[in-house]
């Protein structure tokens, strides 16, 4: 099955500074890669997703890339601001699985002032 | 807006005891999904369902078994609580027209602690 892989566990970043998460994936399937945001004490929301006949997508100060030749994907966050700190899932999945989604462990983003 | 809900935000139960956890959504969803969320081991799937009475297995089935009567409505069913399952419970649903995977949607959660 698919198994994705989320590094780094832990980021700490200065306001204003970017923030990048990676993530790699085995089932060369895959073709939705989803991001949630877990603030503390809240639950996972999506933020950004991506599908695999793009390479690229943004949204204001969040991006995502994928390549799929390398099966990795990033979420790069812009000028940081302390509401980013979070826990970040990446996830994969892919067609005729009835929506299932394969999470990586999870990033815990700190933004210090 | 799509609203999942969870019957209980704390549950506090002994070893041995049947542990009901059920999940509601109003979003007349196909898909829905149970997983428990453990530090640094993210989000894993138990079960999910993928229409109503269908239920497949997802990665820590163990210990745990499901029930969908109502398209509705998605039950988590610990037959035997014991205290490797004291865990954050996520329930989610998510639309499955066409086959392609869509947004999940996450209840608030339910903390379960088996004593």
């Known amino acids: 099955g698919e198994n994705v892989e989320q590094h780094p566990s832990t980021l700490s970043v200065q306001e204003g500074d970017s923030a990048v998460i990676k993530c790699t994936y085995s089932?060369?399937?895959?073709?939705?890669f989803p991001w949630y945001k877990q603030e503390l004490g809240k639950r996972p929301q999506l933020i950004i997703d991506i599908r695999s006949n793009v390479g690229e997508k943004k949204d204001q100060r969040i991006a995502v890339t994928l390549n799929k030749t390398a099966k990795h994907f990033s979420l790069h966050i812009t000028e940081t601001q302390p509401e980013d700190s979070a826990v970040y899932f990446c996830?994969?999945?892919?067609?005729?699985?009835?929506?299932?989604?394969?999470f990586g462990a999870g990033t815990q983003v700190v933004v210090t002032p | 807006d799509v609203k999942v809900t969870q019957s209980s935000r704390y549950l506090v139960k002994r070893t041995g005891e049947k542990v009901f956890l059920e999940c509601v959504q109003d979003?007349?969803?196909?898909?829905m999904f149970w997983y428990r969320q453990d530090p640094g081991l993210g989000l894993r799937l138990i079960y999910f369902?993928?229409?109503?009475?269908?239920?497949e297995k997802g990665d820590i089935p163990e210990g745990y078994s499901v029930s969908r009567e109502k398209k509705e409505r998605f039950s988590l069913i610990l037959e035997s609580a014991s205290t490797n399952q004291t865990s954050m419970y996520l329930c989610?649903?998510?639309?499955?027209?066409?086959?392609?995977?869509?947004?999940?949607?996450f209840g608030p959660g339910t903390r379960l602690t088996v004593t």
């Open positions: 089932d060369s399937a895959s073709n939705y």
């Open positions: 369902s993928y229409d109503v009475k269908m239920k």
């Open positions: 996830a994969a999945s892919r067609r005729l699985s009835w929506g299932k989604l394969q």
């Open positions: 979003m007349d969803h196909e898909n």
């Open positions: 989610a649903s998510s639309q499955g027209t066409s086959g392609w995977t869509y947004e999940q949607y």
